[in-house]
């Protein structure tokens, strides 16, 4: 609701076919320009790739579709009418298709533009310009609306694949219900304690300008208690970008910290659905349906 602009914010989920943004805003009257970017990295400048830049020029009476690859503009796109008018609202629809964006403004269909980046690789919204921006909504392909804090069907007890994550289904074995909105920092005990087989579910957005979170799972609620798993999302600490961070504490004294993913799933502003599952010798961490990785426990299992 009503971001700053320049916007730059994670698709979540990233796009696939049925994946629908809704944006609601209005020119302002002294305003003639303003762009909408499907991206595959947050960066403005110099621009990651764009698979849509959608950019309504009022001066010139046009709206001008294209694409951004390799630091050079694709072929402009300009046929249609001009839908968008200074001090009225407006509310633009993009519904990634197979082939095409299908893309409509005030409920009626404006254009289609086809793919010319790969739409498995967009994952960032960002909007630029002359413009108020009063809401974005993700609908459609499993996606939570911006800003959701609704998690997403945890699946059932079963064997973690780490080839694609878990499938969908219900709350294991009678769990507790969910805890929704709890404040930050939050501590609560684990219900039943950790065991071979345990899942444990975490739903979250990152704030727009977050620059890291953790989630420990402590031997006790004190400062001081052991810590079987520290994980430590770094989206941008000192010299770390887009790292996260594992490690055990016994004893108050640290252990070796490990570092290595096969790739980082967390964006400022986009939704995550991460499990953590207890094995015997180690922690599975998948994210947004994917194995991550694994952490070998070092402090003893059952405390």
Same mark, same amino acid.
Request: with cysteine; proline share 10%.
């Given at each position: ?109 404006? !254009? +289609?533009? $086809?793919? %010319? =980046? ?6 960032? *919204? ?104 520290? !994980? +430590?999302? $770094?989206? %941008? =600490? ?6 996260? *961070? ?58």
């Amino acid at each position: 609701m009503n971001p700053g602009i320049p916007y730059v914010g994670g698709i979540p989920g990233g796009m696939r076919d049925g994946r629908q943004i809704v944006i609601n805003g209005t020119v302002p009257h002294h305003e003639h320009s303003f762009s909408i970017n499907l991206q595959t990295g947050p960066n403005i400048n110099p621009r990651s790739n764009t698979a849509l830049h959608f950019n309504p020029r009022l001066n010139d009476n046009c709206v001008v579709r294209n694409s951004y690859q390799h630091h050079s503009w694709g072929g402009e796109e300009r046929g249609g009418y001009q839908p968008f008018q200074r001090g009225m609202p407006f509310e633009i629809t993009i519904l990634c298709q197979h082939h095409h964006y299908k893309i409509s403004v005030n409920g009626r269909h404006f !254009c +289609d533009f $086809r793919h %010319r =980046v790969e739409k498995h690789h967009v994952n960032t *919204l960002t909007i630029e310009g002359g413009v108020q921006i009063h809401s974005i909504r993700f609908d459609g392909a499993h996606s939570h609306a911006h800003g959701a804090a609704m998690p997403t069907p945890p699946p059932p007890a079963g064997a973690y694949n780490p080839s694609g994550g878990y499938p969908a289904g219900g709350y294991p074995g009678g769990a507790p219900q969910p805890i929704y909105n709890p404040p930050v920092p939050f501590t609560t005990a684990i219900s039943g304690g950790i065991f071979p087989g345990k899942m444990i579910f975490i739903s979250g957005v990152p704030n727009p300008n977050a620059e890291r979170f953790t989630i420990n799972l402590m031997c006790g609620p004190y400062d001081g208690s052991d810590i079987a798993l520290h !994980c +430590d999302v $770094r989206l %941008r =600490v000192g010299g770390d970008f887009n790292v996260v *961070l594992r490690n055990s504490c016994q004893g108050g004294g640290w252990g070796a910290e490990e570092r290595h993913s096969p790739y980082f799933p967390f964006m400022p502003n986009a939704n995550f659905d991460m499990i953590i599952m207890a094995e015997q010798h180690q922690f599975k961490i998948a994210v947004n349906n994917q194995h991550l990785l694994e952490f070998r426990h070092q402090t003893v299992f059952s405390h």
